[in-house]
């Protein structure tokens, strides 16, 4: 059994495998029931085809700390990866994909809201699937958003209205508990992420820009509990990811989209899976 540290699941995943595994994670044959917290722990079990995994990360605020067990067809344990390291690569990548599926096909400015754990994955994700002309990184802490401007060779901007309006893709990783911009703001025929709302009370999201667009969401079930954007503004997603893979729906031409995600337990067996594979291939990662 491997264990990939931090540094290791990097190494094991990077952006461009991580999209693919992302549409695996909503193509597959899966079972995501909806996470649980366990004293101070978020416990997110899942199955995706013939694997499973269970992940277990801590929810006390400043305690990046967990793992994701991944288990074969058998049921044996086949690898541990650093948790907090594989969210922040899942959550970005699934953005990537939703973008990939819904942007415009052409060079992007991206209006990275947020420079927080996920942020830097954010604006790698969008990178992965779209050239990128310009990026807008935003943070209620300018500290942060220049550092991590400087990391992704973006420009720290202090106006997030002015961001969002300049901005082909929006995309949106704070715990904010009400919306970072107004819906005037958002050019016509944007796409929007947003993932850092995973309860009811938490939003990022203008109503009237849910109601004027496009919405998808990685799973109705996890979205109508724990959406805080769709649920305080009392609306229903149009489609999932599942349905825009499948062909199942197909998004309106011209209109801002939407893709709101609260993180599902699909794209944790997926990316993990992935990253072991890797891993293996490469001999990297601690033999357990």
């Known amino acids: 059994m491997l264990y990939l540290n931090p540094e290791d699941t990097r190494r094991a995943l990077p952006m461009t495998d991580a999209v693919e595994a992302m549409a695996h994670a909503f193509s597959g044959d899966a079972e995501m029931p909806l996470r649980q917290l366990v004293g101070v722990s978020l416990v997110m079990p899942g199955r995706l085809d013939d694997h499973m995994a269970v992940k277990v990360v801590s929810s006390v605020p400043g305690n990046p700390a967990g793992i994701v067990v991944v288990f074969g067809p058998d049921g044996s344990p086949i690898g541990i990866v650093d948790g907090p390291t594989l969210t922040a690569i899942r959550t970005g990548a699934v953005c990537g994909l939703a973008t ?13 809201l947020g420079a927080g754990a996920m942020g830097f994955d954010q604006i790698e994700a969008i990178r992965a699937v779209r050239p990128l002309a310009r990026i807008l990184v935003w943070s ?9 401007a400087g990391r992704v060779g973006g420009e720290a901007i202090t106006d997030r209205e002015a961001a969002v309006a300049e ?3 929006v995309s949106c990783a704070t715990p904010s508990r009400e919306p970072l911009f107004r ?3 958002v050019r016509p025929g944007a796409h929007l992420n947003a993932v ?14 849910l109601h004027d667009g496009f919405v998808v969401v990685d799973d109705r079930e ?17 489609a999932t990811l599942r349905d825009l893979l499948t062909g199942a729906v197909t998004p309106p031409e ?3 989209t939407v893709f709101k995600s609260v993180g599902v337990a699909a794209q944790d067996v997926a990316a993990g899976w992935r990253a072991l594979e890797n891993a293996a291939r ?3 990662g601690v033999r357990l």
Do not use: H, Y
């Open 100 to 112: 990939k599926l819904l942007a415009p096909e052409k060079p992007v400015t991206l209006a990275a």
């Open 140 to 148: 209620r802490d300018p500290e942060k958003a220049r550092a991590l």
């Open 167 to 169: 901005a082909d893709v």
């Open 183 to 185: 819906a005037e703001s």
């Open 196 to 209: 850092g709302a995973f309860t009811p009370e938490m939003a990022e999201l203008p109503p009237g820009a």
């Open 222 to 238: 996890a979205a109508a509990a724990e959406a805080g954007d769709l649920i305080q503004a009392g609306r229903e997603p149009d």
């Open 254 to 256: 011209g209109k801002t």
């Open 282 to 284: 490469m001999g990297i």
